[in-house]
């Protein structure tokens, strides 16, 4: 009866058994019957609660809580927990992080199948938590992976092989970048690179054009004798670590991903190419560093890369971590620019800035690379030369 009653369901009959003779004698005399109930009996719990009410006064429940400890409520209990793991994920389908690069909708989803850590809804709210604060301060730029750890976790070893956190941000990057997940030490190592974390000085490098910092700093001067030049520019991690800072910055900086549109700019400019910096894909740790510093200056920066699934995914990297504009990627840009012959377009995920995009992309199935429309690029960006 006590089982019964905890599930939070009405409860009309109950049936106990198999049942020896004394019990069966029990329940007769119980029920005051004239005969020996069989081996299985179905009672109705009223009758019980007339019995229990007439010989103790006090209730059914009462009476079996008194003996067998307080009645729970598992259907309100499982209704309670439905709803805490509701919100959980409602809450992590709608955190910023998530919103502002809809690629990790995947990952969202597949950590809402893979369930609660433990059956804890706190402990696993816990957890994203941190693994969102690490997704949200990356790409880094350059900084060995426990140094990370410890600035944004508290944590040196929070991002340690076999930690939680740091399989919930690896699957996170996996869905990002839109690549395998990582096989052994190397495939991991490869990945954090590629977050800009731990990344070699003098291999994370950035290319330029037409961009000029001020100050006196090794950058300032590379910069300067490029731009004078009419040359492009490329700058290692090691020397933005050394300049520290910029002095002065243009108040527009346009970012493409591919470094042919840079060689198209300088053929064409010379020494008036407006200030570009190339990415050269996903943004390294030193274009990381580089961007970050324009934009902390007060430079607006705005983003122009190919129309697939990987620059889909990169150009919304920019804007939610570097605060970019996205540059001629709507809808609009991309249907002038279709082209008949084309590769395909990969995985494609949403962008937050125009929701029709991908689905132009997955309809056609056709991508527009960025050379394909720097021509137009470059004539915009004539018209900003002779405004200027």
Known sequence: MHRRLSSGRA?????VGPLDEGQRTAIADFFGMAYLPGEFVSVAVPEVEAVVREVTGSSLREVVAGIEGPIGDRAADRERVMGERNSLWEWLFEHEVVRDQPALLEWAEATRRAGVIGGSVERTRAELEQALRVIRELPGAGTPLPVFAETVLGDPHGLDEGQRVQGLVVRAL????????????AGLRAL?????????????TVLTAGLRVGGDSVVARVLDSCVDAGLAAVLTLQQLRAARGVAAVPRRVWVVENPSVIALAVTRFGVHTPPLVCTSGWPRSAAVVLLRRLADAGTDLYYHGDFDGEGLRIAAHMVARLDATPWRMTS????AALGVDAPPVGRVSPVPWDLELSEHLLATGRSVPEERVAPALLDELARTVVQS
């Not at 954090?192 to 994370?204: C, K, P, Q, V």
């Not at 609009?332 to 249907?335: R, T």
């Open 11 to 15: 409860v009309a009959r109950v049936r």
């Open 174 to 185: 996996v869905a990002l970048y839109g690549i395998d997940p990582p096989t052994g030490r």
């Open 192 to 204: 954090w690179e590629r977050a800009g974390l731990a990344g070699d000085e003098l291999s994370s």
């Open 332 to 335: 609009a840009d991309y249907l």
